[in-house]
């Protein structure tokens, strides 16, 4: 078992920057690949940031490129999500998740269902 809890979401104007972060306890989550997604009022859960068990390698969906980045520190065993110039349309509560059926893992899967466990999401809102 995994327990995920995500932190820093609120409120932020359009152009402004914010930091989630989630910390994992239960396991630990180094031989992990872990993700970011987003799910916005009446739409579907969405993939925005993935990074791999060794942190090499790092994904984003195209929404999000050149804005967003994903990070890890297993030796506090949390993962973030640093969001700068951030819109409108990426007001939507956030997840993370990981990845516990493939170990070392060296890829990012985007599918939600390929991920094993979840937190409880924080939510961010973008004001114009």
């Known amino acids: 078992q995994v327990q995920l809890v995500e932190s820093g979401g609120g409120l932020v104007q359009t152009g402004g920057s914010l930091r989630l972060s989630c910390a994992a306890s239960?396991?630990?989550?180094?031989?992990?690949?872990m993700g970011w997604f987003r799910q916005a009022p009446g739409k579907e859960r969405e993939f925005v940031a993935g990074?791999?068990?060794?942190?090499?390698?790092?994904s984003y969906a195209d929404s999000v490129l050149g804005r967003f980045a994903i990070s890890r520190d297993d030796a506090k065993s949390t993962v973030y999500l640093q969001m700068n110039n951030v819109k409108v349309e990426d007001t939507a509560d956030y997840y993370c998740?990981?990845?516990?059926?493939?170990?070392?893992?060296?890829?990012?899967?985007?599918?939600?269902?390929?991920?094993?466990?979840w937190g409880q999401g924080t939510q961010v809102t973008v004001s114009s």
């Open positions: 239960g396991r630990t989550i180094n031989n992990y690949a």
């Open positions: 998740a990981i990845q516990t059926r493939y170990f070392r893992y060296d890829r990012t899967s985007l599918a939600p269902d390929e991920y094993d466990y």
């Open positions: 990074i791999t068990w060794s942190g090499s390698r790092t």
